[in-house]
């Protein structure tokens, strides 16, 4: 999955901090955007710095009210309570407790990351 990032260290961080990413190679260039890949098991995050001018295009820029096309899920052992402290801390948002809901075996509940992008963390029913 790619996220684009106004703030590719803090988003970077954000992502290691709540979810246990590990960093698996960083680019820095003068003349290509900047990026991170990120992994965690078989997963994949690659984080691409945006330029103020691509995220002020409206393909871009994220405002948490629009509509979203895709939405990282991460599957999680711990309490719901841990991550919803970790987002916090890190500067993300996550829904109260009185906003989770049960869907598929699965106690659900959603966040928002420092960047505006949502995402949805699943912890198995016992």
Same mark, same amino acid.
């Given at each position: 999955?790619? +996220?684009?990032?106004?703030?590719? !260290? ?19 260039? +003068? ?14 995050l690659? +984080? ?8 002020a ?8 009210? !629009? ?7 991460? +599957? ?33 509940? !959603?966040g928002?990351?420092? !960047?505006g ?10």
């Open positions: 999955m790619i +996220l684009y990032a106004q703030d590719l !260290e803090g988003l970077k961080n954000f992502y290691r901090q709540v979810f246990g990413f590990a960093i698996s190679e960083v680019f820095y260039s +003068l003349r290509a955007s900047n990026y991170a890949r990120l992994r965690r098991g078989e997963a994949e690659l +984080l691409v710095e945006a330029e103020d001018a691509d995220m295009d409206s393909r871009n820029k994220r405002v948490v009210s !629009e509509p979203i096309c895709c939405r990282p899920v991460f +599957l999680i052992e711990e309490p719901m309570a841990d991550y919803r402290a970790k987002t916090i801390k890190c500067g993300g948002s996550f829904d109260p407790d009185h906003k989770e809901w049960e869907d598929l075996g699965y106690q659900v509940c !959603e928002i990351d420092i !960047e992008n949502i995402f949805e963390v699943r912890r198995p029913l016992r």
